[in-house]
């Protein structure tokens, strides 16, 4: 199966479409929910409950978008390069390996695309879950959740840099700088 | 019943699967068979391959069917070598 989606994904050059999607969507969802505990946490006196439901909301909301525009425009450029084929081969594609790259690779695009803001999220809110259901952290939830964050997009500053062939640890602190500018704008602004 | 020995293919065949991936994939269909493919020319979107295949008994369909399969397209068959059956024993 994993072979199998590997040689469409080659087949149809998308490995770098899907990685760039990764990143792109998931420091998206990273620095939406970090913006959100930061105003939170200005604010002061926002419940635990209150920020998991309004977080949640954001997630969901972040891997639905993810989903639908990313399945809609990979289809669509799908189906039009399989069309400059067929016109290039003079031959019926649909029942080849590129028909069925055309099919199963938005599918997979969107999938990506949609998981990887959702999967972030889920993962910087885990303190404030934690703190929910009674699991002691060293640190109140919110300034945990802004910590897990951090540690977010760091990550995918590394995935960005490892993958590119770039200075990865760089990459990182790149990714994290724009984080704390972030914040520092938010916590500037008093929101 | 008559062994195909050796075909020559004329295929128009995008870039993507490269022409070693597309050789491998033709190679799969036979026992012991070799394959052989020149690049002849290559434009924007495809290439056009000569495509070598000799072994004991090739299995054109099957090879027409993975051309197909990778998004090629045979344009025309360019040489073939047949071997006909052994002598049954009414002609001995």
Redesign the interface.
Known sequence: MIQRLRFLL????AHGIARRYFFTNGYDGALTILGLIVAFYTTGDVPTHTAISACLGAAIALCISGLTSAYISESEERKKELA??ER????D?G????GKASQWVPVWISLVNGLAPFLVSLFIIAPLWMDQIGIALPFPPLESAIGFALLAIFFLGLFLGKTSGSFWLWSGLRALLIAVVTCLIIFALKL | MAKVKRIVLDV???H??SVLEFAKAIADQGTRCNVKITVEEV????ESVTLVMEGENVPFDAVVDTI??????LHSIDGVEVEGPDASPDQK
């Open positions: 080659n087949l149809s050059r400059e084929l290039a081969l003079v031959t594609l029942d080849s390996e590129f | 128009l065949k995008p993507q699967p434009d924007e979107k495809t197909n399969n990778l998004g090629g397209s």
